[in-house]
Structure formats: structure tokens, C-alpha cells
């Protein structure tokens, strides 16, 4: 008999759900613990943390590649290591990769300082205009990877006419898919080859872990687990262990901060204050249509424009009462950040200005706090600015 397809919540909360023998834990054990005993004369491999293969890493792996639809997910000691290996496990010197320019600042660092010590060059492209992906390709390119949404401008990315240019040309797909989590957008099913998480955000979502992961193909998991292996970032099994609680309720958390999100966005879009408010779920966004036919929702992500600049930010800033001033983002708490401070700290004002995100630009990861009193934080942070 064939399987019905169980919902995501269903798979957040069990992964593939087993009959449970009786006098056994609900909750999973945590096996803290850097090494197994190993039959006597076995050449199977070992159980040994740093190998992937503890229960608590395994299981977290089994249950993301259920969410992504993917064969196979791994999970990683950060969003960087997830991000690196990814890269590594499909690149090889000689090679070229295609990247978005709008990524993660960390990862355009790691492409630009590191990459090209390994003999992989990295170029950048807006990724917002379909024909550039075209016409930065070469013949040595191997693989295209951005992020969707965008940060801090939550610009949606159309993945369809870049993976059928991808398959024509055999191209690895790479999709930082952070900012959507599987709830709101899934890469795979839009033609991507790989996905990579900084599970620190949405997938553990309570700020309390660093963590990454990546999901697709068994082989391509397979080399990221071999690189992985070799170059060290297992993830520790008490964080494994946090990240498995975390997901039991991804679902219900980023439903809530899209409900959240959209409220604060359209009350954010009456204020004269602010002059500009960045959220894919309001008519004025430029890729509302999009959004509304790709994501399941808009997010918790929101970026605001205050009028009076970098000045009236940090009163607007000092004046808030719930939200933290802090970088990071996807947790139950509502955080703010500056980009010219932090994601975009490495730019001049002018390239910041003239990349859509001026100075007195604030980016918020709204959290799961009662809509109604952000609202109020913010109006009463808005009156003295
Ligand atoms: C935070 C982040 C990363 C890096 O993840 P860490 O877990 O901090 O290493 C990568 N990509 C995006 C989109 C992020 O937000």
C-alpha cells in the first residue's frame, strides 16, 4: 500500500514516523557522546561524532531532507561550514563560480578571500536581472549560487529561468534558502540542486545554537559528509539535540511570523516617518507577484527606511523597548539590525546608497511576540524619533 504524503508539520515534528516499541522515550535521548563501542573485527565504519553518524546529528539530517524534499540532508557546525562545503564538495580548481552579489556577507568573503587561493574564481551578479546569469557564464563555470529572499531588501529571486539555464549548460544549482526555511519556499522543487541553511535562524529558531546544513542529491550529501570528515565541523550532539526540538515547531513558528510580519509591514507602510518599507508581501514591493505565486508565505524579514537618516535610526533604535539591537536573525525574539553596520559595513555610504539600502536603513527579524505590542514599541520609538 502506498504511503499517504504526511504534511510538513507531521514531518517537523517525527520525520518519518515509526511504531514505537512500548517503555521507550517520546522525546529523543541525547547521545552526548564523542564515540560508540564498535563490534570487534567489524570494517564497518565507526560511530564517531565528528563522522556525521551520531543518532542526534542523523536524525535532524533524515528530518530536514523529508522537509526540503531532498535524498539526503547533513548538518554542519555553522551556516559558514555549511556554505563552504557545499561550494567544495561540487567545485574544483579551475573551475568558475557564478554568484549572486546579493549574499550573506560572510559568504562574499569567504569567495573573495578564499576561493581563489584554491584556483576557483568567483564572479558577481545582480540577481535580479535574468540575462546577467547568461552573460557572466563561462566555459570553466560549474555552478550558480544565491540567496532568496535577499537580504536586507527581501528581493524574491525567480529560481525557474535560472535552473533551466543551469540544466542546459550542467550547471550546479546552489540555493541559500535561510531567510524562506522550508516552510515558506523548498529550492528543490523549483529546479535547484543543492540547498544550504544557516540552521542557526528559522530551523533551530530559538537563538541558542550555530549551526548549518545542506540538503540534495545522496552523493552530493555523501562528499559534503566526506569533506566534512576530513576538514572537522561536525556539529556537537547537545546542539543536534536543540535543533531537533527547535524544528517540532518550525512550522507553526514561521506561520506565525508570516501573520506577524505582514501586520507590522502594512503598519510600518501608514507611517510618515518612515519612508520606504521592504516586506514581499505589500502591492508595493517589486516582487510581490512573485512572491505571492513561489513563497508560503512573506516572512518575518521587514526592512524599514526612517526619514532623517542614520541620526534619527539610532533614537528610533534607543527608544525601543522589545526589540534587541542585535545581528542574526529567525528566533522567537523580535531582533534589529543596522546593514551599513553589519551585512553591509564593508561598503561607502554612496555604494550602500546606490545598492537600494541608505544609511538609517533598519532590518528586522520580527519574532513571535503579540503583533499589538510591537506595533505599540514601535509607535511609541517612532514618536520621540
Ligand atoms: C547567518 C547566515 C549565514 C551564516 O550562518 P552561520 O550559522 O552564522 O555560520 C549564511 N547565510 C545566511 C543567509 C545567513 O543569514
Known sequence: MKRRRLGLSTRAIHGDPKARADWTAVAPPLYQSSTFTNPVGSTAEV?????GNNPNQVDIGKKLALLEGAEAALFLSSGMGACA???????????????????????HRLF?????????????VNPTQQRTWKKAMRKTTRAVFLETPTNPLMRVIDLEPV??????????????STFASPVNFRPLEHGADLVIHSATKYLNGHTDVIAGAVAGTDQVVEEVRRLMQVWGQALDPFAAWLIDRGM??????????NEIGLAVAEWCAKQDAISKVHYPGLPSHPDH???KRVLGGFGGMLGIELKGGVRAAERFLKALTIAAHAPSLGGVETLVSEPRLTSHASLTAEQRAQAGIPDGFLRFSLGLEDPDDLIADFAQALARH
Request: charged letters at 25%; proline letters at 1%; a positive charge.
Open 112 to 124: 573573495r578571500e578564499e576561493f581563489g587561493k584554491l584556483g576557483i574564481d568567483v564572479s558577481f
Open 47 to 51: 560511530l564517531y561524532s565528528r563522522y
Open 85 to 107: 562545503l557545499a561550494h567544495l564538495a561540487v567545485l574544483r580548481p579551475g573551475d568558475h563560480l557564478l554568484a549572486s552579489e546579493w549574499i550573506y556577507g560572510g559568504v
Open 289 to 291: 507577484e512573485l512572491a
Open 163 to 176: 535552473a533551466t539555464l543551469c540544466k542546459a549548460e550542467g550547471l550546479a544549482l546552489i540555493v541559500d
Open 248 to 257: 517540532r515547531t518550525l512550522t507553526v513558528r514561521v506561520r506565525r511570523q
